[in-house]
C-alpha cells in the first residue's frame, strides 16, 4: 500500500522529511476494523513528532491521526461496524497513523462518518473535537445538554483546529463565548461560528474584557499557550471558575494564589490517554463521536474544513506541514484521495 513516512526527523523543507513509501497492506485482527483511508487532516500532533532531532527510525514512521474512509476488514472481537461502513476517527498516537492508504483502528475510537459530510470534511474533525468535548463537558464540570446560559466562557486561541469546535460546542451549551483571534480572517472565522465576542490575544486581554462589561470570566480554554496566559488567566477567572488547559508548559506552574484563593479547577486535557493507556472507559470517543455525527448532521454544527491541499502524498503533507507550523492556520487543512 501507499504511505507516507519518516525515517529522519527533519526540517518540513527539506524534501526528505516526509517520503511516499510502499509498506505491506495490514491486517484487522482483536478489536480493530481496517480502514480504507480516503482523507486525512493534519494536526499540532504531527508537526511536533516529526520536529528535527538526531534519532533515526529503523522502520519507516508513518504519522497521521485524524482521517475519514471505509471499513475494509474487521478483527474477530468486532461488534461496532462491519465492512463497507463509512468512519471517521483520530486513533492512538503510539501506534502508526493514518498517513496510509490502509490503517488498523481499535473499533472503541471510531465513530460512524456524519452522513452529511464528504470524506474530507469529516477528516477535519475527531481530533479537535474530542479535545473540546472532552474538556468541556468530562473534565470541566459542563454538559453539552445544559443550558448554561449563565455562564460566560473565555476560548484563547479561537480560530485554530480546536478552538473552531470548541466555540461551537460553547454555544450548543449556552454559553456566552469569547473566543480570541489576531487577524482580521481569524477574527471573521470565529463570529462566522458563533462567538458572540472576539478579542486580539496580541493586546493585553483583561482590558478588553472589561470593556465588553465581562471583566471577569466563568471558564476559560487555554488552547494556544499555557505559560503565556497564566497570570492573565488568574486575574480574569471569576471566584470558583474553572480553566482547561491542553497544551504542556514549558516549566513548572505556579498554582497557588490567586488560583488557590479563588477556587479554580484546573483541568488537564490530553486527548490520547484513554487509547494511550487504555482506559476502560475507551469507547467514550467512540460515543463522543456518534453524538457529534448526530449534532452535524442534525445541522447544529458544522465542520471546521476550510481547504484541501491536494490528494494524499508526501509533496502536499510537507506543503500542510509547513502551513500548520507557521501558527497561522484557520480552522483545519485537509488531504483528500491518493
Ligand atoms: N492535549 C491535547 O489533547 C491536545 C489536542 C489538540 C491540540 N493540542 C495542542 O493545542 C494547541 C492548539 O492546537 P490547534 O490544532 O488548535 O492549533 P492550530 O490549528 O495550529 O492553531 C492555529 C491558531 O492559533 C492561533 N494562535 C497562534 N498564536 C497564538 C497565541 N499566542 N495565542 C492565541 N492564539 C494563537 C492563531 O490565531 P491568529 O491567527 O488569530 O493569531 C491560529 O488561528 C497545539 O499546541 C496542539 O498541540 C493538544
Known amino acids: 500500500m501507499k504511505a507516507i513516512a519518516l525515517t529522519r526527523y527533519l526540517p518540513i523543507s527539506d524534501p526528505e522529511s516526509l517520503q511516499d513509501v510502499e509498506l505491506p497492506k495490514p491486517v484487522a485482527a482483536g478489536h480493530d476494523v481496517l480502514v ?48 463497507g461502513d463509512e468512519v471517521y476517527y483520530a ?10 492508504q490502509f490503517q488498523p483502528v481499535d473499533e472503541r475510537l471510531i465513530g460512524r462518518k456524519p452522513t452529511t459530510l464528504d470524506f474530507a470534511q469529516a477528516a477535519a474533525l475527531p481530533l479537535t473535537a474530542i479535545t473540546a ?34 466555540i461551537q460546542l460553547a454555544r450548543r451549551a449556552g454559553f456566552t463565548v469569547i473566543a480570541t483571534a489576531s487577524r482580521k480572517e481569524s477574527i471573521d472565522w470565529c463570529l462566522s461560528l ?22 471577569q470570566v466563568d471558564a476559560a480554554l487555554n488552547l494556544a499557550d499555557t505559560d503565556r496566559y497564566w497570570g492573565t488567566l488568574g486575574e480574569i477567572l471569576a471566584p470558583q471558575g474553572h480553566v482547561g488547559l491542553i497544551v504542556e508548559p514549558s516549566g513548572p506552574l505556579k498554582i497557588g494564589d490567586p488560583y488557590k484563593a479563588k477556587c479554580i479547577g484546573i483541568h488537564w486535557e490530553m486527548m490520547f490517554a484513554r487509547a494511550r493507556f487504555r482506559t476502560p472507559d475507551m469507547i467514550e470517543q467512540h460515543r463522543i463521536l456518534t453524538r457529534l455525527a448526530s449534532l452535524i448532521d442534525a445541522g447544529e454544527l458544522r465542520t471546521t474544513h476550510t481547504e484541501t491541499i491536494g490528494a494524499i502524498n508526501a509533496a502536499n503533507l510537507r506543503e500542510t506541514h509547513r502551513r500548520l507550523e507557521s501558527g497561522t492556520t484557520i480552522g483545519k487543512l485537509v488531504l483528500a484521495g491518493w
Request: hydrophobic share 40%; glycine share 10%; aromatic share 4%.
Open 133 to 166: 468535548w472532552e474538556l468541556l463537558f468530562e473534565r470541566m464540570p459542563f454538559s453539552i445538554d445544559a443550558e448554561h446560559n449563565d455562564k460566560t466562557l473565555l476560548i484563547i486561541g479561537g480560530a485554530g483546529g480546536v478552538g473552531s469546535i470548541a
Open 194 to 215: 458563533g462567538a458572540q465576542h472576539v478579542i486580539d490575544h496580541r493586546q493585553p486581554l483583561a482590558p478588553q474584557l472589561a470593556a465588553l462589561g465581562h471583566a
Open 36 to 83: 480504507r483511508v480516503e482523507a486525512v487532516s493534519v494536526n499540532p500532533v504531527d508537526t511536533k513528532i516529526r520536529s528535527p532531532k538526531p534519532q533515526v527510525e529503523a522502520q519507516p514512521k508513518v504519522l497521521g491521526y485524524d482521517a475519514a474512509g471505509v471499513v475494509e476488514a474487521v478483527g474477530e472481537n468486532v461488534t461496532l461496524f462491519k465492512p
Open 91 to 100: 486513533g492512538d498516537v503510539t501506534r502508526s497513523g493514518s498517513d496510509a
